[in-house]
């Protein structure tokens, strides 16, 4: 069992590092989901977020959560072959959690330096929870 912790991890990058072991066969644990980073002006973030949450309808879908766990689960799932049953297997592998929950508070966590927000060269980045909060999560 591996168990991430996202704070100022690049979401795509921890995202890679997640389903590959999903898919090796190891049960992955990702905590601090809200304090993930992902790159780009605040505009553009939003604008991206927004679009994928106003495609389909309310009773087709495709659907996108607001919620930063769940968020950072579907991204995760985006680097799976989740049609297939490998990959089907290997996401239900992943669970991932805002905060710290109590069954976790004592374990090492594994932290990406390749990941980390501050090898960038710019400044532009958002967290998930303030991406998150824009789109209308009503939680915390």
Same mark, same amino acid.
């Given at each position: 069992?591996?168990?991430?912790?996202?704070?100022?991890?690049?979401?795509?990058?921890? +995202?890679?590092?997640? +389903?590959?072991?999903?898919?090796?066969?190891?049960?992955?644990?990702?905590?601090?989901?809200?304090?993930?980073?992902?790159?780009?002006?605040? +505009? &553009?973030?939003?604008?991206?977020?927004?679009?994928?949450?106003?495609?389909?309808?309310?009773?087709?879908?495709?659907?996108?959560?607001?919620?930063? &766990?769940?968020?950072?689960?579907?991204?995760?799932?985006?680097?799976?072959?989740?049609?297939?049953?490998?990959? &089907?297997?290997?996401? #239900?592998?992943?669970?991932?959690?805002?905060?710290?929950?109590?069954?976790?508070?004592?374990?090492?966590?594994?932290?990406?330096? $390749? +990941?980390?927000?501050?090898?960038?060269?710019?400044?532009?980045?958002?967290?998930?929870? $303030?991406?998150? #909060?824009?789109?209308?999560?009503? $939680?915390?």
């Amino acid at each position: 069992m591996k168990i991430f912790d996202a704070k100022d991890l690049i979401i795509g990058r921890m +995202a890679t590092v997640v +389903a590959k072991s999903a898919l090796l066969g190891e049960e992955v644990i990702v905590l601090n989901c809200e304090k993930a980073v992902i790159t780009g002006s605040k +505009a &553009d973030v939003v604008a991206k977020f927004k679009r994928k949450r106003s495609m389909g309808t309310h009773a087709v879908g495709p659907f996108f959560p607001r919620s930063p &766990d769940r968020m950072v689960k579907r991204i995760i799932r985006g680097m799976l072959p989740y049609k297939q049953q490998k990959g &089907d297997v290997a996401f #239900k592998r992943v669970l991932c959690y805002n905060g710290v929950p109590e069954a976790f508070a004592g374990k090492e966590t594994v932290t990406l330096a $390749e +990941a980390n927000v501050s090898k960038m060269s710019n400044l532009r980045y958002m967290t998930i929870g $303030e991406v998150s #909060k824009i789109l209308g999560n009503k $939680e915390k």
